[in-house]
């Protein structure tokens, strides 16, 4: 069975290194020139996206991953602020949770080493068909072609395979706007360390505005010990963090620029909405070449709207089918699970216990369910946030957070 993956990213890349893994004939097209050229924020895998990688990768190369990850059981439970930088509560104990982070580009980096030579970079589709016998045929940007027994969009929220097969657009922006940026604990003052600590922080302000903050250190919270080099490009403790507001004229004017001017530019907007700076230092020591605009896509939440095509012998995973706003940390553990998924199917096509179209549609309908449940959980984030933009939920907002951060204080003092 000869297979066709569009696109070489998280979910692409894990399935190519799957059915490499279990002597598939696969070749993965990507339009990048070099695997690192991704976006430098952190995945959270939780317990069953490392079962799936797994079943995706060979052992040693499942030892680097971890050996290269931050353990999340060894961080302290996340902690949620108010815009003036008051604590308001904690999430749960993280003691027990088997989840690690690891950097983006480390995870695609050893991925893509997982794939070998069925990669090939520097040449995106630019569109799919079918041949006179209805075999999967991709059309590469050089003119050539390129045709299999089955063809998968693993090419993101803006994926023309998904958009071919549904025949319109997947999903719709959400009208949130991101800014992700970069910050090692060791630019920040004793008190604000202290204030962050080692756990990830959210921020829920006014006015659509929102500031995640991300705790990432694969060397001192590292997953497992390993004799080899450790890959991750994170080398200390870390501060991932990632800046929200609602899209708009002058959202789209910062999404132009860069460095110092959008480090600048990024803490004026939240003042503007009322944060005091004291609680911004994050953002503000940043280093400014790691801050880059992202813009919130989702698809619908109902099962029954994903993947909206006939099973057949093309199909899509990931954000090409559930794409999923980062506010859950569920996005790319999702794709390796659909890759996952759809390893076992082909197998039994293999195997000769299944058909090609009964296998696909299997995988399909797992996949629906799937998505829904990651985007149902990054919504919520979303929505809430919305709700933080009309005068009414400004104002509860800042009420809300009042009352949390003064039951908090008086807590201390009760404890003292």
């Known amino acids: 069975m000869r297979i066709i993956i569009v696109g070489g990213g998280i979910g692409g890349l894990a ?29 959270t895998l939780d317990g069953r996206a490392q079962a799936a990688l797994r079943e995706l990768v060979a052992p040693e190369i499942f030892e680097r991953l971890l050996g290269s990850s931050s353990a999340l059981r060894l961080r302290t439970r996340d902690a949620f602020w108010d815009r003036r930088g008051r604590l308001l509560g904690h999430g749960p104990r993280l003691n027990d949770n088997p989840g690690v982070d690891i950097d983006r580009v480390t995870l695609r980096t050893i991925l893509a080493d997982a794939a070998g ?42 994926s023309l395979v998904a958009r071919r097969l ?29 204030r962050l600590g080692p756990r990830s922080s959210m921020v829920l ?21 390993t004799l080899r080099p450790k ?26 620029l860069g460095g110092t001017e959008l480090r600048s530019t990024l803490l004026t907007t939240f003042e503007r909405a009322g944060w005091r700076r004291s609680a911004l230092e994050v953002v ?15 698809a619908s939440t109902r099962a029954a709207d994903l993947a909206p095509w006939p099973a057949g012998s093309m199909t899509a995973l990931g954000d090409a089918v559930h794409a999923t706003p980062p506010t859950a940390g569920m996005g790319a553990g999702a794709a390796i699970r ?3 998924d759809l390893v076992t199917n082909l197998r039994a096509v293999a195997a000769g216990t299944v058909t090609l179209p009964v296998a696909v549609s299997r995988f399909e309908a797992d996949m629906r369910v799937r998505g829904s449940e990651v985007l149902v959980a990054a919504m919520r984030t979303v929505s809430l946030m919305r ?3 009309s005068p009414l939920g400004a104002g509860a907002t800042t009420a809300t957070a009042s009352v949390l951060a003064a039951a908090q204080l008086l807590g201390r003092r009760k404890f003292s």
């Open 231 to 256: 890959e991750a490009i994170t080398t200390g403790p870390t501060y991932i963090w990632g800046a929200m507001f609602a899209e708009s004229a002058a959202t789209d004017s910062m999404r132009k």
């Open 284 to 298: 503000g020591r940043a280093d400014p070449g790691s801050i880059a605009a992202f813009r919130f896509n989702a």
């Open 166 to 194: 549904a025949g319109r657009p997947t999903n719709e922006p959400t009208g949130i706007i991101g800014f992700s940026g970069r910050t090692t604990a060791g630019d920040l003052g004793t008190a604000e360390l202290r």
């Open 15 to 43: 399935l190519a290194a799957g059915l490499r893994r279990h002597r598939f004939e696969v070749s993965v097209f990507d339009r990048d020139l070099d695997i690192t050229q991704t976006g430098g924020y952190h995945i």
């Open 387 to 389: 709700a933080t933009g």
């Open 205 to 225: 302000g006014p006015r659509t505005t929102a500031l995640y903050i991300g705790f990432l250190d694969p060397i001192g919270n590292a997953v497992l010990d």
């Open 117 to 158: 030579e069925c990669l090939r970079l520097g040449a995106p589709v630019t569109d799919i068909a079918r041949t006179a016998t209805g075999a999967p045929q991709a059309r590469l940007a050089d003119g050539s072609t390129v045709t299999g027994d089955l063809l998968i969009g693993a090419d993101g929220a803006h």
């Open 338 to 340: 659909d890759a996952a």
